[in-house]
């Protein structure tokens, strides 16, 4: 497998492949142990200005594997055909990733590179940020099949990846929504015609929250019209009471206290923290490994 574009293309014993790579570059950060499998590599990041988490992971990532970030905000359509931009680049680069709105566009420069591109983020998928977060939760709860997990939010990149990550996983997942803000119906039947889990979609958050164990947000729409049939599903204690003990709370930065966790969620114990986060520098590391130590 030469790209990382969507973890469809990936299968269960590829994912648990990443996890256990991921757990040796962990080991070996922790030790400092030095690991240079990239030296001599050259690799283009191309992140937007906005880009904070993914764009710090990766590159200190391609650093301490011993390779270049070469970061250039690319971008790939204007006056010269994307054709001619990867034609010349398969001259000297080593890898690309990519954060870019169109996922379709994404693919085409995957086709046409000779070179590793890995999706760093598009409007439909986020590859890397998930397996990132299982592998965070895969520590805390081995058994990822024995869990519940909730996304409460709407149908957009994470949880796109959420569904897709069950449909390989075989994990239990529910979507808790107002209406008309569900993940596509393609989507919903591909994860819940390959998942072993429980697959659902809901509206009314208290039965999407009874007997979860891992609740998962995403931003929410900033129009006010949109936001106003958001509010409902804002995640407060006394609401969260409906988990199981011992549930967990993992919003998708950025977070917006005023939205989907309220300040009171993210001082509890529901919480899991920013030190979750620290397995995106590991993830990254294992895909960058896997993909372009070749």
């Known amino acids: 497998m030469k790209d990382l574009i969507s973890i469809r293309d990936l299968n269960k014993d590829y994912i648990y ?8 570059m962990k080991a070996r950060y922790l030790k400092g142990e030095i690991y240079k499998p990239l030296e001599g590599k050259t690799i283009i990041t191309s992140f937007p200005p906005t880009s904070i ?5 990766f590159e200190t990532g391609v650093y301490q594997l011993g390779a270049q970030a070469l970061n250039l905000h690319m971008k790939f359509e204007d006056v010269e055909m994307i054709e001619d931009k990867i034609g010349h680049l398969n001259c000297w680069m080593d890898g690309l ?9 994404v693919q085409k420069i995957a086709d046409l590179a000779e070179f590793p591109v890995i999706n760093g983020m598009t409007k439909d998928s986020h590859p890397c940020e998930i397996l990132s977060d299982l592998h965070a939760i895969r520590e805390i709860r081995p058994d990822l099949q024995s869990l519940k997990f909730v996304f409460v939010g709407e149908g957009a990149n ?5 569904f897709e990550a069950a449909a390989k996983l075989d994990l239990n997942i529910t979507q808790v929504c107002p209406h008309g803000y569900e ?3 393609e ?4 994860a819940k015609s390959r998942s072993k889990g429980d697959v659902q979609i809901t ?5 999407g929250l009874r007997g979860a164990d891992i609740v998962l947000t995403d931003g929410w729409p900033l129009d006010l019209e949109e936001l106003t049939k958001f509010m409902p599903y804002q995640l407060t204690i006394d609401k969260l009471k409906e988990t199981n003990p011992g549930c967990l709370v993992n919003p998708c930065p950025p977070i917006n206290r005023a939205h989907a966790v309220p300040d009171e969620v993210m001082h509890s114990a ?3 923290g920013y030190k979750m986060k620290s397995s995106l520098l590991h993830m990254q590391k294992a895909i960058l490994t896997e993909f372009m130590a070749k």
Do not use: P
Not at 97 to 105: K, T
Not at 187 to 190: D, F, K, M
Not at 203 to 207: G, M, N, Q, S, T
């Open 158 to 162: 994470i949880s796109n990846t959420w």
């Open 187 to 190: 989507l919903y039947h591909y």
């Open 183 to 185: 993940i596509n119906q």
């Open 203 to 207: 509206h009314e958050l208290a039965e």
């Open 53 to 57: 988490r993914t764009r710090v992971t």
């Open 270 to 272: 529901y919480f899991i």
């Open 97 to 105: 990733v990519i954060r870019h709105g169109s996922q379709e566009l």
């Open 17 to 24: 492949q990443l996890f256990e790579q991921a757990d040796i």
